[in-house]
């Protein structure tokens, strides 16, 4: 039985370690729509793991994936299959694009996303009977996920943390 475990993190290993040399490639639109796909990116280079945000509207890679912050909202209640779900806070949702551009079906996980406020990273809020909690995409696919974070009523929340894995090293995209 430990064997079987060993082997199935190597195979893990390598598949993250692939998945970060694609890392960071930033695209950015002329224009910076708050809510829509941009139509005809210009591709620009970005540092691997920059630590500024790309511009609102721009399209960022981590690995496998390509994000991009289609909207955000925020909300007093969480609704979904269980009764609604109260904050501690508030709630703060982001809309995102997230396009496999890899070879082989890649999964996206809610749970990997960070938000960013005052410089503090945020867990998104998630269970099972959300959407997107752990989703599935073929190459060159792509779904609109919907992302929850409990975050201090009134924060000002400057930037989302995209990850294709747990392990990736991320790439940061302003809301």
């Avoid at 990273?121 to 009977?129: F, G, Q, R």
Wanted: hydrophobic content about 40%.
């Amino acid at each position: 039985m430990a064997v079987f475990v060993l082997i199935v993190l190597i195979v893990i290993g390598n598949d993250i370690i692939g998945s970060n040399e694609k890392s960071a490639e930033t695209k950015s639109n002329l224009t910076t729509p708050t809510s829509s796909i941009a139509d005809k990116p210009t591709v620009t280079r970005a540092t691997p793991h920059s630590e500024v945000a790309a511009p609102v509207g721009s399209i960022v890679r981590d690995g496998k994936f390509e994000f991009q912050v289609l909207g955000v909202d925020r909300l007093a209640t969480k609704e979904g299959l269980l009764p609604q779900e109260q904050p501690k806070g508030e709630f703060f949702i982001v809309q995102l694009r997230v396009a496999n551009i890899g070879d082989g079906a890649h999964s996206f996980g809610a749970g990997f996303q960070r938000l960013i406020v005052d410089g503090k990273k945020y867990d998104a809020t998630v269970s099972m009977a959300d959407d997107n909690w752990l989703e599935d995409i073929n190459p060159g696919l792509s779904i609109e996920a919907s992302l929850t974070f409990d975050i201090p009523r009134g924060a000002v929340p400057e930037s989302i943390e995209v990850h294709d894995s747990m392990f990736s090293g991320g790439a940061l995209l302003a809301v």
